[in-house]
C-alpha cells in the first residue's frame, strides 16, 4: 500500500491550524507533502510563494516525515505525477464541509483513485484561518498567537 499524501493549500500565511491537521495527518502516513499552491488564478495572496514556503518550512520543521513543496496547476495532477492517491483536508465548520464535498467530488471525476482524508479541527484551533491573520497583520496587531513560533518573524 502506498502511505503517502498530499496536503495543500495556498498557505498564506501557514496558520496553528494548518499546523495542527499537518501534525495529526502526519502521524498516519509514512510521508505527508505540504503543498503550497503557487499562481491560483482565482485567489491572489498576500505573500508571495517564496514567503509562504518559508514560514511553512519553519512551521513544519519538527515534523520528520513532513515534506513542504510548492506546485502549480490542479491538485490532482500533483498527485498523478507523485504517486499520491490520498489529500488531506481540515473541517472547522459546516461551511468548510459543503466546500469539501464539492472539491472531493471534483477531485474524484478527474482522478477516481484520489481518496479524502478529513481532520476536524479541534476546538482550540477551529476559529484560526489564514484570513484571521491577515486582518490581524493588516490591523498592525499581534498575529504571533495564530502561527508557530518558529515562523511568526516571518509574516510581520
Same mark, same amino acid.
Given at each position: 500500500m502506498n502511505n503517502k499524501a498530499v496536503f495543500a493549500g495556498t498557505f498564506d500565511p501557514f496558520t496553528l491550524g494548518h499546523y495542527e491537521i499537518a501534525e495529526r495527518a502526519a502521524k498516519q502516513f509514512t510521508t505527508l507533502y505540504v503543498a503550497v499552491a503557487d499562481g @491560483? !488564478? !482565482?485567489? +491572489?495572496?498576500? *505573500?508571495n510563494i517564496k514567503k509562504r514556503l518559508k514560514i511553512a518550512q519553519l512551521s513544519l520543521s519538527g515534523l520528520k516525515n513532513v515534506v513542504v513543496v510548492p506546485f502549480k496547476g490542479f491538485l490532482v495532477d500533483f498527485m498523478r505525477e507523485n504517486g499520491i492517491e490520498v489529500f488531506v483536508r481540515g473541517l472547522r465548520n459546516s461551511s468548510d464541509f459543503e466546500y469539501e464535498r464539492m472539491? *472531493? @467530488? !471534483?477531485?474524484? +471525476?478527474? #482522478?477516481? /483513485? !484520489? /481518496?479524502?482524508c478529513y481532520l476536524m479541527a479541534s476546538e482550540n #484551533? +477551529? #476559529?484560526?484561518s489564514s484570513s484571521l491573520v491577515r486582518e490581524v497583520i493588516a490591523m498592525d496587531g499581534d498575529a504571533s498567537k495564530y502561527v508557530k513560533e518558529e515562523a511568526a518573524e516571518e509574516i510581520k
Open positions: @491560483n !488564478a !482565482a485567489k +491572489s495572496c498576500y *505573500f472539491l *472531493f @467530488n !471534483a477531485y474524484r +471525476s478527474q #482522478y477516481p /483513485e !484520489a /481518496e479524502g #484551533y +477551529s #476559529y484560526i
